[in-house]
């Protein structure tokens, strides 16, 4: 079976691909050659072992923008498949084509590593903070670690999955999909600029198995109820507010007076708090206008009366800094736990809490779906839909009563056999 092309390596002898060594495998390299001008070619064929090899020449654009020819070389097929060097040259003309083509421009190719730097600040710089963040922890920790010194167009199916198995036993299967969908928006805006490049395609990678998955944590009513009522001044209103509305940390933590309409019984979700500075909030549909209770009032109206800082922010520390939502947690929640006994957990513990009790309370999905702000009403019953309603309960209870051999309605086992 035939394979997309592969450039010969061009790196030297003295530092070879990681996954050569990784692999224990050596690198054939060879050095790249130029021509005066591009011409039509018709490549040549070669039998080795038992396959056919097909090797032509490619006009591409270096890192110093000049154009210079590299030879590629493909596997075109076994000598079974293509009994004849005939049918492997007609093979061959099939990879040569778009290089042979009137309308054909060359590609441009670089490292990795040269690419990054650019993208870095193209792209990258123009993401919300956390994402900068969790895309540099990924080109340090695992992408330019290992793939840094190949060239872009090399970065093909084939290394993508030994990037893929060489993660898979540091690295959590979520984590590895992170990884990966930020090698991935690298690949294609290498594409978009005209560089000799593969995107990654997940369907052919083959991932890690997902592993059992843990119930989300979350609190009963009772709990929230007493959790509530223990914390004091500003972390009792944060409290309340992820409680009653199912609002995430961040945009908790992002709350301004201006947010809330009293009179209407409205709060408008407009941003969001990551590690002390304002970003926009993780999606667009998470950009809303959500009502809120009586009770919230209640609680949320006075704070709001007592601010002092100018910004009108519902929540700083004591240093009028905006909060970390794991500062909050150890500092305050943690406490209050412990105290009452129970697990440990985060902020998005309210928010499954919410969630479910929606559920629970009879709100249809779809209404369930626009609190949460999710894109789609899986996410809300596969992820945060742990509640067992009364009627799934009542239709199990009815399928169990018609199979109970003690049940009323059951005939005596001498009956039953003849």
Known sequence: MASTPQPDRLLPRSKPSIFAAVLGGRVNERKE?????????????????????GRYRESVIGPDGREIRIRRSVILGSKRELPTKRLAERRLEVFIAPVNSISYRPGRVA????????????ILSKRKLSTIHAAESHLRNQILPLLGKIRLSELGTENQQMFVTRLSGTVSRKTLLNVLGTLSSMLRTAQNWGYVSQGVSFSKLALPERSVKEQARRFTAEQVRTVIAIAKGQYRVMFAIAAMTGLRAGEILGLQ?????????????????????????KSVNSEAVLP??????????????????????????????????????????????DELKIPRCG?????????????QSGAPVPVTQAQLRHSDPRITIGIYGHVIGDDHRGAVERVASLL?????????????IQ
């Not at 591009?38 to 038992?50: A, D, E, F, T, W």
Request: aromatic share 10%; with cysteine.
């Open 33 to 53: 050659c130029s021509m005066a001008r591009r011409r039509y070619q018709k490549g040549s064929v070669i039998l080795r072992g038992s396959n056919w090899y």
């Open 111 to 122: 490292t990795l590593e040269e690419f990054t730097e650019r993208w870095k600040i193209e």
């Open 257 to 281: 007076a201006r947010d809330f309409d009293f009179e209407g019984r409205l709060v408008h979700v407009r941003r969001s708090v990551w590690r002390g500075k304002p970003q926009t909030p």
């Open 292 to 337: 809120i209770p009586d009770q919230l009032v209640e609680i949320v109206k006075p704070h709001i009366e007592s601010l002092q800082n100018s910004m009108g922010w519902l929540f700083v520390n004591s240093r009028g800094h905006l909060f970390i939502a794991e500062n909050v947690v150890r500092q305050a929640l943690a406490p209050i736990l």
């Open 347 to 359: 902020f998005h513990a309210f928010r499954h809490t919410h969630t479910s009790l929606l559920l």
């Open 404 to 416: 109970d051999p003690n049940g009323p309605n059951a005939r005596p086992p001498t009956q039953l």
